[in-house]
């Protein structure tokens, strides 16, 4: 009887695990989606410290979307139903703690784990830049064909490598690029993503890559369409405020609010805990000034107690974040009606444990003239004004506007500013008190103008232009006309009010002021916007690249990591870069002694050294793939990098340059063989010069200044240069040499063939390659007066400056080109 109760006990208990594996498979699929997010978010931690998520919201939210399910009993419905609200709920939780410019790229990397057949990794792989293409497939920058005719020249660089691309370039053959009546409309249509949506024969992956090809400007829009269609949402931010997160947070977790630049939320918490639990129950402490051991101990009291304690600035001491951190994790379950705040800014020292247990909130300041007056006009207090005349009031105002034009056009760098620049409230408050001062007696305005320039906001400038651009705004602001009759308008149709009384002001601000600036109100090109959401595209999908596990290869996968080398060493082999023999070389013998030939022979020896070390690394990357060396650190580095089709930073450093390897390899190429041609051959001013063909296109210039002194007789301190469009003072110039344009991308402004400027219109492109060559000199004593002068860059994010460029215009509009950030840069492609 006992045998036979046993082995009828175990019938049982076989039957019963399968009736329980049978229910648990039905929900394998949703578990197995739920891994796939978690995944996904795990990879956002390579970008930024604080975006780190634990396992305990997940699961969280995991049984959340079990709980409160009440829809169709289907259970296949079921499933997808409940699939697709976990992904909306991780994406709204995540988003939470991610900076709004980082949120569409956790999206889009979000939406293509989560949908894959929407995003066939052939074709995501070309849109985020990682390199498919076959060893034997060129992709040379000089190749035009197929290249529309209808297209900017800013898309050639991407056409070429989608055109390299075995299967891109099969895909490309729908899309019917040689029809120029069509895609010319489609160029010129405010919102292009709407006339693809509604084209059936298209994909999604199409879409995505001819926008991002030939409408950069419109990607973030397309992508915000794609990641809410994917995931049915209504918008990509629920609408959260503050104090609902802090209503509805939990005792045993903490919130962290990650602060940006100009972002304090430290008066609207202390509001809606006064509101909420009243003063006796709320606790704030700001750390940094020895305040640590104190808010241990109002740790444990609120806690004990439930009350709201609020910790600001934890970023100010890092070293006690540990403590803290290991405190909450060993501390007593806490009252339910407990809450404990924390404000810091982002640092990458910053605990990840205290991270994963905490709920995160990015707290940004709100961009825009508007937001950036108010906040000035917080700081300045109705008492501040009621001290103050009149007068004294409208300058203060001018000050507020200046210093708010200043940190706006850092939004559109670097047209806007040359790089980013610090300046701060603490800049603003100095400026204020010497205004103040000096406003007592007749304002001196040579004083205060010369303080901004060469005291207070000048000294953070590191670039000539910029300079030139805050002493135009400097004086077109600060002067009686503006600030004291006003007289002159600061905006459009907007004077300056004539008031002290600070809720006037405030109210002026509120009903002249947009809630979104146009590049206008900065003396902005009408396209700067345009220029700012390519260049944030391109931040995008070099993001995404960073996210793509193809790119980032295992260190402990030894032999897969060898192996997805062998394209990248038959992609040098097939470059024509590796050196045979003194095939790149030039004797001794043959090298002249003027300037011009000594140039081009050092040059080629730089260039020739690059190849060398390129040669080097990969004969060590050739000895990894046969098993014969152990990759160091840094040659894993760049290997990894180059099998995700990116040139290595280091090599960045030896030549700038595109970041695709192919392109970059066909630029060394390039210039590698015109230089050899150059050293060869006698060196003749009538030759057109292309500037990207020089390594450093500056030194070039300084070998062409002796060449010029040597010639003239002139001395070099005498000599300027002065560089103009062809047919417009060429007959003025000396001894001069032609520069190819077609390389030289202007930025801001339009220049025809007649070499004659206007000004872009919104739709106009962001850059565009010159129409005409440019002829230029070293020249003695050369009148530049009456001529606007445009830098020309080494490239678009204007790292290193060339030369000038003088233009013939009028006053207005030179000051325009000078106030709108007109520049000119080098591209190869």
Avoid at 227 to 254: F, R
Avoid at 683 to 709: E, G, K, M, V, W
Wanted: hydrophobic share 40%.
């Amino acid at each position: 009887m006992q045998a036979s109760s046993i082995t009828q006990a175990l019938k049982q208990s076989h039957s019963l695990q399968v009736e329980l594996d049978e229910k648990r498979n039905v929900y394998r699929p949703f578990a197995s989606k739920g891994a796939t997010i978690f995944f996904l978010v795990k990879d956002v931690e390579r970008m930024n410290r604080m975006y780190h998520f634990g396992l305990g919201d997940f699961i969280d939210l995991f049984v959340e979307c079990l709980n409160t399910y009440n829809g169709d009993s289907d259970l296949d419905l079921k499933i997808k139903r409940l699939t697709l609200s976990f992904a909306q709920k991780c994406f709204f939780h995540v988003s939470l703690g991610l900076l709004k410019s980082d949120r569409l790229m956790f999206g889009m990397h979000l939406v293509q784990g989560f949908f894959p057949e929407e995003f066939p990794p052939s074709l995501w792989n070309v849109f985020i830049g990682v390199s498919t293409t076959p060893s034997h497939a060129e992709a040379d920058e000089s190749r035009n064909e197929g290249f529309p005719s209808w297209a900017p020249a800013t898309a050639r660089r991407k056409f070429i490598l989608m055109a390299a691309d075995e299967v891109m370039a099969g895909h490309m053959q729908k899309w019917q690029l040689h029809d120029n009546g069509r895609w010319s409309k489609w160029m010129m249509e405010s919102f292009p993503e709407e006339s693809l949506e509604k084209d059936a024969s298209l994909t999604l992956m199409d879409k995505l890559l001819l926008i991002n090809t030939f409408r950069p400007d419109r990607l973030t829009d397309f992508m915000h369409n794609v990641i809410m269609n994917l995931l049915k949402l209504d918008t990509l931010m629920p609408v959260t405020s503050l104090e609902e997160t802090l209503t509805h947070g939990k005792a045993t977790t903490p919130i962290i609010l990650i602060t940006s630049r100009g972002a304090d939320p430290s008066l609207e918490i202390q509001d809606i805990a006064l509101r909420i639990v009243g003063k006796g129950s709320f606790t704030q402490i700001a750390l940094g000034g020895g305040q640590t051991e104190d808010a241990m101990l109002h740790l444990h009291r609120c806690a004990a107690r439930g009350d709201w304690l609020f910790l600001k600035n934890l970023h100010l001491v890092l070293d006690w974040a540990s403590v803290l951190e290991k405190e909450l994790c060993a501390m007593p379950i806490p009252s339910a009606e407990f809450r404990l705040i924390i404000t810091t800014e982002a640092h990458d020292s910053f605990p990840v444990v205290l991270l994963r247990m905490s709920a995160k909130v990015t707290i940004e300041a709100p961009p825009g003239m508007k937001q950036n007056l108010l906040q000035s006009y917080t700081t300045w207090d109705e008492a501040f004004l009621q001290g103050k005349t009149k007068t004294t009031s409208q300058v203060l105002f001018g000050l507020a506007w200046f210093h708010a034009l200043l940190q706006e056009r850092r939004g559109y760098i670097p047209q806007g500013w040359v790089k980013f620049y610090e300046f701060s409230s603490a800049d603003l408050k100095s400026a204020a008190d010497v205004l103040c001062t000096l406003s007592r007696d007749k304002m001196d305005w040579t004083t205060v103008r010369g303080l901004l320039q060469e005291c207070i906001y000048g000294g953070r400038l590191e670039n000539s232009h910029d300079e030139r651009v805050l002493e135009r705004l400097i004086s077109r602001i600060f002067n009686d006309e503006t600030l004291v009759s006003c007289d002159r308008r600061l905006y459009d149709d907007m004077r300056v009010p004539a008031t002290n009384v600070h809720r006037a002001v405030v109210q002026f601000i509120r009903e002249h002021l947009p809630d979104a600036d146009s590049p206008s109100i900065l003396s902005l090109p009408d396209n700067a916007d345009r220029a700012v959401k390519e260049q944030f595209a391109l931040k995008l999908t070099e993001d995404l690249h960073t996210l793509s596990h193809l790119a980032q290869v295992c260190v402990s996968a030894t032999e897969a990591w060898r192996t997805l080398l062998a394209p990248v060493l038959e992609l040098w082999k097939n470059s024509a870069l590796e050196p045979e023999g003194n095939a790149a070389t030039v004797s001794p013998g043959e090298t002249k002694e003027d300037p011009m030939s000594i140039f081009f022979v050092r040059e080629l020896e730089l260039l020739v050294g690059i190849v060398s070390n390129l040669t080097e690394t990969f004969y060590d990357l050739r000895c990894v793939v046969e098993g014969t060396l152990i990759p160091s650190p840094e040659l894993r580095e760049e290997g990894t990098e180059l099998i995700g089709g990116r040139v290595p930073p280091r090599w960045l450093d030896l030549m700038d340059g595109p970041k695709d390897v192919k392109l970059w390899f066909a630029l060394l190429r390039r210039r590698r063989d015109t230089m050899m041609e150059y050293a060869k051959r006698p060196f003749s001013p009538s030759t057109p010069f292309d500037l990207i063909d020089f390594l450093r296109p500056q030194t070039f210039l300084n070998a062409l200044r002796l060449y010029t002194a040597r010639v003239s007789n002139e001395a070099l301190v005498e000599l300027m240069l002065v560089a103009t469009p062809v047919g417009r003072t060429a007959d003025r110039l000396g001894v001069g040499f032609t520069l190819k344009g077609n390389s030289i991308h202007l930025q801001g402004a339009l220049l025809d063939a007649q070499g004659v400027v206007s000004l872009p219109s919104a739709s106009s492109p962001s850059s565009t390659p010159l129409s005409c060559d440019v002829w230029a000199a070293w020249m003695s004593k050369h009148n530049t007066e009456g001529l606007a002068r445009i830098p020309i860059y080494t490239n678009a994010g204007r790292t290193a400056a060339i030369m000038d460029l003088f233009l013939s215009c009028d006053s207005d509009m030179a000051g325009k080109l000078l106030l709108g950030g007109v520049a000119a840069f080098l591209m190869s492609v």
